[in-house]
């Protein structure tokens, strides 16, 4: 399977924060990770999906509603993670 640095990009700036969050977990009070799950799922995650997708053209309109729709991911699924 050939990762291209585009793809390698993308996985780092959606996974890296998934990282912190394992790793710092523990330290941190149980709210502020829940607080800060939440902005990952509900605001980073889907900006990071609408971005990768308009910059393959998936997605044409600049709907501000798209933008944090956190179901865009299981929709384009296969583009985001599987295609190139």
Not at 56 to 83: C, H
């Amino acid at each position: 399977m050939r990762i291209d640095k585009n793809k390698l990009a993308y996985y780092l700036l959606v996974f890296a924060p998934l990282l912190l969050f394992a790793s710092y977990g523990k330290s941190l009070e149980s709210y502020l990770f829940v607080a800060l799950l939440g902005m990952y799922v509900f605001i980073y995650s889907p900006l990071i999906d609408y971005y990768r997708l308009r910059s393959k053209t998936v997605i044409k309109e600049r709907s501000f509603a798209l933008r944090f729709d956190p179901f865009l991911r299981f929709k384009y699924f296969r583009v985001l993670f599987l295609r190139s």
